[in-house]
């Protein structure tokens, strides 16, 4: 037998909530209030967990399955699993070597990364740093100047598409800030923006720089300035679903921004159906919001969706081991995902749909 700090070194740990709690321990309490934070009273926050919590696996035996496979292609490029690393602020705030450690990371495993336009590494040493498929995560400001060279120069760099966040007109309030007068650490700037945006309070930031008046005609904008494929992520409604197929996107995120912007809008995971219904297959489907395990993800491609995004794990892993804390969180989710594939009959991810069809009650 081993145990923690024996002769075989510490344990690892065996799921995303104890990566948490390995993190919390190693992190500012201001920061991590920022991070793990949602918008006011958290309901929705905490609604994004307990959908998950509620999904109830409906497991088929003797199917023949033996090993699953994980793999996947979405826009015309191979995933290891359907699973990429949703695009979260500052890496910098919790490992001096930021976004370069998790691109590392994702790479060995295979899964992409979506990079923030907040990042706190520079897009040509994140692209050095990859090998798997970068995405730039856009926030288009009211000086579309600023927004267009972000995207040319990620381009320039080689990422491959485009995540529009459509959910943030402004930043929602953010109590723990508020409370914290949350403010990032000096050595945490966004390395890819002129320096009238190294503004040290990500409210006070939003406020003065996000364009509050898009409306659907900036997704033809950026196709003027773009060859890269376009995704919209922050979509809650079978509505909205419509307006971005019919704008032209080649893909739709279901999002809540992880309950950081209006709170008591529903959990991601409980409007997918209705996106899903919406999409009918005619661009790419993702979600993010409250993933934390392997069944998580199988639960979500049953519901419709061709892969999840993971957003505070990620930052958890990268706080307690850099990139090998990152790699240790992936591959905890894909290690479950092949059980939960293996352990409900279920042989592919296109292969998810159809053996675990959305039932009453809460059981998928
Ligand atoms: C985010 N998120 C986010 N989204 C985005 O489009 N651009 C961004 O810069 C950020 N920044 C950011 C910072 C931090 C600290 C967090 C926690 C989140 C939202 C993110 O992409 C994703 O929607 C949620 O994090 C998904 O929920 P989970 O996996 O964290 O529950």
Redesign the pocket.
């Known amino acids: 037998m081993t145990g923690p700090g024996s002769a075989a070194g510490p344990l690892r740990p065996v799921s995303l909530e104890e990566y948490a709690e390995a993190a919390r321990a190693r992190v500012e309490p201001a920061v991590w209030d920022?991070?793990?934070?949602g918008a006011g009273q958290e309901r929705t926050?905490t609604a994004?967990?307990l959908a998950f919590d509620q999904v109830r696996l409906r497991t088929r035996v003797l199917t023949g399955c033996g090993e699953p496979d994980l793999a996947t292609t979405v826009l015309g490029r191979t995933w290891a699993a359907p699973v990429a690393v949703?695009?979260?602020?500052?890496h910098t705030?919790v490992h001096p070597d930021g976004e370069t450690a998790t691109a590392r990371a994702a790479g060995a495993a295979g899964l992409p990364l979506?990079v923030?336009?907040?990042a706190g590494r520079t897009f040509e040493d994140i692209a050095a740093a990859a090998s798997s498929p970068l995405w730039l995560?856009v926030?288009c400001f009211r000086d579309r100047e600023t927004t267009r060279r972000v995207v040319e120069r990620a381009e320039r760099a080689g990422f491959e598409a485009l995540?529009l966040?459509v959910?943030?007109p402004r930043l929602g309030r953010r109590l723990r800030d508020l409370r914290n007068g949350f403010r990032l650490p000096d050595h945490v700037r966004p390395a890819n923006l002129p320096a009238e945006h190294a503004d040290a309070s990500p409210a006070d930031h939003g406020r003065t720089h996000l364009d509050p008046g898009l409306d659907w005609s900036v997704i033809s904008w950026l196709r003027s300035i773009s060859h890269l494929p376009v995704l919209v992520?922050?979509v809650m409604t079978a509505e909205d679903a419509d307006a971005a197929v019919a704008a032209g996107v080649d893909g739709v995120?279901v999002?809540?921004?992880?309950?950081?912007q209006l709170d008591g809008v529903p959990a991601?995971l409980d409007v997918l159906p209705e996106v899903a219904a919406a999409v009918r297959g005619r661009t790419a489907l993702l979600l993010?919001?409250?993933?934390?395990r392997g069944g998580d993800v199988l639960a979500a491609l049953a519901l419709g969706a061709d892969a999840v995004?993971?957003?505070?794990?990620?930052?958890h892993g990268l706080a307690v081991a850099g990139d090998e804390g990152v790699a240790g969180v992936l591959d905890l989710v894909t290690e479950e995902l092949a059980d939960a594939m293996a352990l409900t009959g279920t042989p592919s991810v296109a292969a998810a749909g159809a053996a675990l069809p959305a039932a009453p009650a809460g059981t998928v």
Request: glycine share 16%; net charge positive.
């Open positions: 920022f991070i793990e934070g926050l994004n967990r949703a695009p979260v602020a500052y705030l979506v923030s336009t907040f995560q926030y995540v966040t959910d943030t992520k922050g995120v999002s809540n921004h992880g309950g950081r991601s993010d919001g409250g993933v934390r995004l993971l957003g505070r794990p990620v930052l």
